[in-house]
């Protein structure tokens, strides 16, 4: 991958719309699978069969469709799940490094996501070695 790759989605459903709980286990609820669904069209109309292979940088420019309070991050498994299951990528454990930011509000919502390559996994440091 030598380009950015960027895509313009809507708006994700929280983790806690994503799934849905039964007797029987955990599912992706509905709204959960009409989203992925509208991702994978999204992503063939914008960039057609385009399979990004290695590890990635994603940057996640998020514009909510209103002033509610939002936790970000309880978006994000829903749009990496759509995002992987679209094909783009091959596993969402192929992002390294992840950026989320907050936009001004976009009514309806949208999201930004801006994909990479990815730079090197940090080494560990030890801070008790480091004095």
């Known amino acids: 991958m030598t380009d950015n790759t960027i895509l ?3 708006w994700p459903p929280t983790v806690n719309n994503y799934y849905s709980h039964t007797r029987n286990g955990v599912f992706i609820s509905a709204k959960g ?3 992925a669904s509208a ?3 999204d992503i063939q109309e914008q960039l057609g ?4 292979e290695g590890s990635v940088l994603m940057e996640v420019k998020m514009y909510p469709p209103d ?3 939002r936790d970000l991050d309880n978006h994000m498994k829903a749009l990496q799940d759509a995002i992987v299951k ?3 990528l091959e596993d ?3 992002i390294n490094q992840l950026f989320i930011y907050r936009g001004e509000v976009v009514k309806g919502g949208l999201i930004v996501v801006e994909l990479s390559e990815s730079g090197p996994i940090l080494p560990y440091i030890d801070s008790a070695q480091s004095t």
């Open 86 to 88: 679209a094909g783009l």
């Open 39 to 41: 991702v994978a069209d």
């Open 67 to 69: 002033r509610r309070k």
């Open 8 to 10: 313009y989605l809507n």
């Open 49 to 52: 069969n385009m399979h990004i």
């Open 33 to 35: 699978r009409r989203y």
């Open 92 to 94: 969402d454990s192929l």
